[in-house]
């Protein structure tokens, strides 16, 4: 086992260094360089067994990011965690997005660039536009999400006198149903909106690399049969059958 | 107060293919190049991270700051433009290469039709094909003369493709052999060829064997992994710029690049251009940068905002059809269909950005369009470009957005589904064009440029016809289920759709048509050289690379004869 692991961790060196030796471009040429990458891959896919084995390449597993960056309040998360979870339920595919760590992925990506808005254009002023003209909030997209998640809290003690998160699967799904189709009035902001972020939040949370703290374990590469990170299919990309591949992540270049 | 630099032969405003371009060929023949490009430095080494869908693909990590520039838009003049506040229908780019770092690497030459679409539609259909709004117009050169161009383009970056049995006549085949046949190429191309179409391999830039461009830089072989749209190639194997037209302009010892340097005007006295104003992104210095001669080579849109915010050429009118600048704006038609296999599954994780077949029988004039209420087509494709998990989310018509029917089908389908599309060619219509916003500005106090644009009739007949044709050959491909797309009513800013944008500085033969002559030298400032797709007077049915890059060669040439003659080229 300590042997397999030292030569696949060799292996991906080996890929680092190859690829910087493509960086710098003169001292190596094109054919020899295939040669070294298809070789490379070889000796991955014989040292796979390993990883068959489970051994959780997220690092995320008793993770020391699972701990809020965004949320203040727990509540609140748990509401974002049971919405999240309704988008995209365990079933008999896999985990769904608690089991998956998308809260996680979502509450982080609240406190950085995503849920600041950095990189996108902010200034006023704020007319309504149309529809074709996309979004034109002032409010960030934290401020979304804070404002979403006390309607849901709000909708369900009105009409439920329950906390979100006590309430059943078809009773959340009746009151995310009235944000998707725009029946909730929210401030500066509608709630089909504020549904869509959500939902694609859940779906990149469930789908990104474990990086960033959601698709735990890759099981959600592993449901859709999708490999992550691979170096090269140059050997497997005239294959007539569908080929099934043990996922790999960015970790790969850190281990 | 400016700080004023010594004077140079030639200032690129931007570094991308254009620019690049432009770079090497000059600084070769000797001139002194600077090239200013407002973005950072980037080659392949910054690459090796790039397997990662959320932070390329989802977050943009190589597209424009909105939060500095943008643009605004709106359907139609009467309404009020607002910014498009983050990335959508298309993705600009930003740093060294521009977009010529995240393409796909579709290498096109439009077709001989395009370039006299005038002439021929007339003469084969009349005068009155389309109507007076659609500003059809002929390029100023024809595809015989373009040949050499897009032959030297081709050589420079490698391109891997084989004969397009239908495309316009070529001087040499291709650098190198087209990529690699996939279960999936060859299914499309067995029902294309069933039904009497004529498939080839798409044209390529991601390389299916290592190549030395004659300009000596050395390109890698293409690993089908699966990451190009939207990413840079780790491998050093899809051609950019950065691996091919820059590092040549450097070697030379006449090319000085500067990056985070942010061209804010084309200084002129009405006649020529003196240089250029720029800021340092990174200090706030603002310099003057004087040159014989102005090359604009940033993409569509800040070609057109830097012309209008500098006062060179005449600004469009559309109400009396008057003036240029910011004229026949046009974007890209994407009919297509959608084939739902039950019982096989498909390696579609594995590609490249530019694997796939081609078929051109609907495409320019290729099929007689005398009983067709439209001119023009597109071609048609199958690509094996890599899906990635977060964007692909396949699921048949009537399955609710989220939930569990949502997650379940979503998962099955994932390798269960392949598309065909088109690259539909898009006219220019009086309606549709760019100028500059009254209200929004940019980072530096500037003026955001306003795009006015919805799609026309012509555009909604084209995608009707084209997206049938998809979904004839999807049935022949032996899909359980094929779902034909609709066309949208309006052009929508938001779901992301294609970076094909193109004109408003047009290239043609006569000054009041067009911006820029068949060198891509503005009519009104003679050594001012305006480069990219923004000279295309209308978009054709194909990607736009291939034909800006034998363009920017043309302009390379015009350029270093200007140099040494002065005055007008034509």
């Not at chain 2, 359907?75 to 910014?83: S, T, V």
């Not at chain 2, 291709?174 to 039904?195: G, L, N, S």
């Not at chain 2, 950065?242 to 340097?261: D, M, W, Y």
């Amino acid at each position: 086992m300590a042997d397999e692991e030292q030569k696949s961790t060799m292996t991906r060196r080996r890929f680092i260094r190859n690829s910087s030796l493509i960086a710098g471009g003169a001292a190596i040429g094109g054919g020899l360089l295939g040669t070294l990458i298809g070789m490379n891959l070889d000796e991955e896919e014989r040292t796979s067994p390993n990883k068959l084995t489970g051994h959780n390449q997220s690092g995320n597993g008793q993770a020391s990011n699972r701990a809020l960056m965004y949320f203040t309040d727990k509540e609140n998360f748990q509401v974002l965690s049971a919405a999240a979870e309704r988008i995209f339920p365990e079933d008999d595919n896999g985990p769904g997005a608690i089991g998956l760590g998308v809260p996680y992925f979502i509450d982080h990506q609240l406190a950085g660039n995503y849920g600041n808005n950095t990189r996108e254009y902010m200034q006023g002023p704020f007319p309504e536009g149309t529809p074709t003209q996309g979004y034109q909030s002032p409010l960030k997209r934290h401020q979304i999400f804070d404002e979403g998640i006390r309607m849901l809290k709000e909708i369900s003690q009105k009409n439920h006198q329950k906390k979100f998160d006590e309430l059943t699967g078809e009773e959340q799904d009746k009151i995310l149903t009235q944000f998707d189709t725009g029946k909730v009035k929210m401030r500066g902001v509608d709630s089909t909106t504020f549904f869509n972020l959500l939902r694609s939040a859940v779906l990149e949370g469930a789908y990104a690399d474990p990086l960033y703290g959601g698709n735990n374990n890759m099981d959600g590469w592993k449901m859709k049969n999708f490999p992550g990170h691979q170096g090269s299919y140059l050997s497997q990309i005239e294959a007539k059958e569908f080929k099934e591949i043990q996922p790999q992540s960015l970790h790969a270049f850190f281990k | 107060m400016a700080k004023k630099l010594p004077k140079v032969d030639v200032v690129t405003i931007g570094v991308g293919w254009t620019g690049g371009i432009i770079a090497a060929e000059l600084a070769k023949k000797g001139l002194k190049v600077v090239g200013l490009e407002r973005g950072k430095d980037r080659s392949t080494k910054d690459f090796l991270m790039v397997h990662d869908e959320y932070r390329y693909a989802i977050r943009y990590e190589l597209m424009q700051d909105t939060s500095r520039e943008t643009v605004t838009f709106r359907n139609e003049a009467k309404e009020r433009a607002l910014p498009m506040r983050q990335l959508g229908s298309f993705l600009l780019g930003e740093g060294l290469g521009g977009s010529g770092v995240h393409w796909n690497g579709h290498n096109f030459r439009f077709l001989p039709y395009d370039f006299e679409i005038k002439t021929m539609t007339e003469k084969k259909y009349g005068k009155n094909k389309l109507g007076a709004d659609y500003l059809i117009q002929d390029w100023g050169i024809t595809y015989d003369e373009l040949e050499p161009y897009f032959d030297t383009f081709e050589k420079m970056a490698g391109i891997s493709g084989e004969d397009n049995p239908l495309g316009g006549k070529r001087s040499n085949p291709y650098p190198t052999p087209p990529m690699k046949e996939t279960v999936i190429t060859k299914r499309f191309k067995d029902a294309a060829k069933k039904m009497g179409l004529h498939p080839y391999h798409l044209p390529s830039a991601n390389l299916s064997k290592s190549y030395k461009n004659p300009d000596g830089e050395q390109l890698n072989a293409c690993q089908y992994c699966g990451f190009c749209e939207r990413f840079g190639c780790e491998y050093g194997a899809k051609t950019s710029p950065n691996v091919t037209v820059i590092p040549t302009a450097q070697k030379t010892g006449n090319f000085e690049l500067r990056t985070h340097s942010n061209v804010t005007r084309i200084l002129h006295d009405g006649k020529k251009a003196t240089g250029v104003l720029y800021v340092d992104v990174l200090t706030g210095e603002e310099f003057e940068q004087p040159a014989d001669m102005v090359a604009v080579t940033s993409y569509v849109m800040n070609n057109n905002k830097l012309l209008l915010t500098s006062k060179l050429g005449k600004p469009y009118d559309p109400k009396s059809g008057t003036g240029i600048i910011g004229k026949n704006y046009c974007y890209q038609i994407l009919p297509g269909a959608a084939g739902f296999f039950e019982k096989e599954r498909f390696n579609t994780f594995m590609g490249a950005g530019a694997l796939g077949a081609t078929v051109d029988d609907y495409n320019g004039d290729n099929f007689d369009h005398s009983d067709l209420d439209f001119i023009h087509g597109g071609s048609l494709s199958i690509t094996q470009t890599g899906i990635r998990p977060i964007q692909n989310n396949p699921v048949p018509p009537d399955t609710p957005r989220w939930g569990k029917d949502f997650k379940d089908k979503s998962i099955h389908y994932f390798n269960r589904v392949l598309n065909i599309g088109a690259q539909g060619a898009s006219m220019p219509h009086r309606q549709n064009y760019l100028d500059l916003d009254p209200t929004y500005k940019d980072a530096y106090g500037e003026p955001l440029l306003r795009l006015t644009y919805d799609f026309t009739e012509q555009d909604k007949n084209l995608y009707k016809f084209i997206a049938d044709k998809s979904a004839e050959i999807m049935k022949e491909m032996g899909a359980d289920t094929v779902v034909t797309n609709k066309a949208a009513e309006k052009y929508n800013i938001v779901p992301y759709q294609t970076t094909h944008n193109t004109g408003g500085v047009i290239m043609g033969a006569d000054p009041n048509t067009s911006a820029v002559n068949n060198y891509m030298q503005m009519w009104d400032a003679e050594n001012v050289f305006v480069i990219g797709a923004s000279a295309f007077p209308h978009n054709g049915g194909y990607n736009p690379t291939g034909t800006l890059g034998a363009l920017a060669y043309r302009a390379a040439e015009g350029m270093a004869k200007y140099s040494k003659q002065g005055g007008s080229l034509v």
